[in-house]
């Protein structure tokens, strides 16, 4: 059986979430983290999750720190998808390069820390979700 490694990143930027609103033409928008696939040439999992934040939204990260591992099991490919927290250190949308800058809606937003703001988005995926909303006052206690 085969397993991918993805992984995802809770941002945080002062007294704020950076989230992913996304959205097609037709579909109604939601609200995720950068994330993306680790490939080959990554040194790891951090390696990888460094270069999404690159490529999605042009910005650089401090450490990041582990906050859940969700496998998906499937019948010829699992999927183990890792989730981070780590903040914001810079961003520059000039420095934009990966293929999500041409799809659809695809900009960062900045939520405030609070379970109401949370609780209002749509946000995918759900055990992200929860996640986010069982711990977003202590991360903004931070």
Not at 6 to 18: I, N, T
Not at 75 to 98: E, M, N, S, W
């Amino acid at each position: 059986m085969k397993v991918r490694h993805k992984v995802r990143v809770v941002l945080l930027d002062g007294d704020h979430l950076v989230l992913l609103r996304r959205g097609w033409p037709g579909g109604s928008p939601y609200w995720t983290t950068v994330d993306g696939s680790v490939e080959p040439d990554d040194a790891g999992l951090e390696a990888a999750l460094r270069r999404e934040v690159m490529e999605e939204i042009g910005a650089t990260i401090g450490p990041a720190t582990p906050l859940l591992t969700v496998t998906e099991p499937g019948g010829t490919l699992t999927v183990t998808r890792h989730f981070f927290l780590a903040d914001l250190l810079d961003t520059d949308p000039d420095r934009r390069d990966g293929p999500e800058v041409d799809t659809g809606d695809f900009e960062p937003v900045r939520i405030p820390p609070n379970p109401t703001a949370v609780t209002a988005l749509d946000l995918h995926p759900p055990e992200l979700a929860a996640y986010v909303l069982a711990h977003v006052e202590a991360w903004r206690a931070r």
